[in-house]
Every structure is written in structure tokens, then in C-alpha cells.
């Protein structure tokens, strides 16, 4: 993983939780800059894209660190939960 969002994936693939809430501000700070406007203003941002279209570079900082993104926009934070190949199958 390298790019703009590289310190996120770095933060969430070494903690042990599965289970990580942040703010948009903790994640500001991890990043060392603030969040596009489309991430505080649009759920999507953090949705990543649909297959088969390629990721964006925010969604691969969590998916490459085995991780699903889920905004609140209201309390300005992220929920992001660790998922495994195993679970991909369980929910087919």
C-alpha cells in the first residue's frame, strides 16, 4: 500500500481489534491532512466502488488492511471492522 492514505491502512492492518472507531478528525491526524469535503458531505466516499470498478485510494487504505468502512455522518466517525476471506463465503 502506498499513497496519500498509506498511514491509515498502516494504523488499521496493526491493531489487533476487530473493531476500530475513529473519528474524522483521528483519521485527519493519522493522515496529517484534512478529509476531501465529499467525505464529510457524502456517505459514498467511504463506500468504496462497486465491482468491477477499481477501488478508490481511501477505500484501499481499509480493504487492503482486511477491513469494511462504515460512516455515521452525524457523529463524524467511522467504524471500520476487520473481515476475512471466510467470512466473504459465509455471506454468499
Same mark, same amino acid.
Given at each position: 500500500?502506498?499513497?496519500?492514505? $498509506? /498511514?491509515?491502512?498502516?494504523?488499521?492492518? +496493526?491493531?489487533?481489534? +476487530?473493531?476500530?472507531?475513529? *473519528?474524522?478528525?483521528?483519521?485527519? +491526524?493519522?493522515?496529517?491532512?484534512?478529509?476531501?469535503?465529499? /467525505?464529510?458531505?457524502?456517505? $459514498?466516499?467511504?463506500?468504496?466502488? %462497486? @465491482? @468491477?470498478?477499481?477501488?478508490? /485510494?481511501?477505500? %484501499?487504505?481499509?480493504?487492503?488492511?482486511?477491513? *469494511?468502512? *462504515?460512516?455515521?455522518?452525524?457523529?463524524?466517525?467511522?467504524?471500520?471492522?476487520?473481515?476475512? @476471506?471466510? +467470512? /466473504?463465503?459465509?455471506?454468499?
Amino acid at each position: 500500500m502506498t499513497g496519500e492514505y $498509506q /498511514a491509515l491502512h498502516k494504523y488499521l492492518q +496493526d491493531r489487533f481489534a +476487530d473493531r476500530i472507531v475513529l *473519528t474524522f478528525g483521528e483519521i485527519e +491526524d493519522l493522515l496529517g491532512f484534512a478529509l476531501p469535503e465529499a /467525505a464529510r458531505m457524502q456517505p $459514498q466516499w467511504w463506500g468504496g466502488a %462497486d @465491482p @468491477p470498478a477499481p477501488r478508490s /485510494a481511501q477505500a %484501499d487504505a481499509w480493504a487492503l488492511a482486511s477491513r *469494511t468502512a *462504515t460512516v455515521n455522518m452525524a457523529s463524524r466517525s467511522v467504524v471500520f471492522e476487520r473481515h476475512s @476471506p471466510l +467470512d /466473504a463465503r459465509r455471506a454468499r
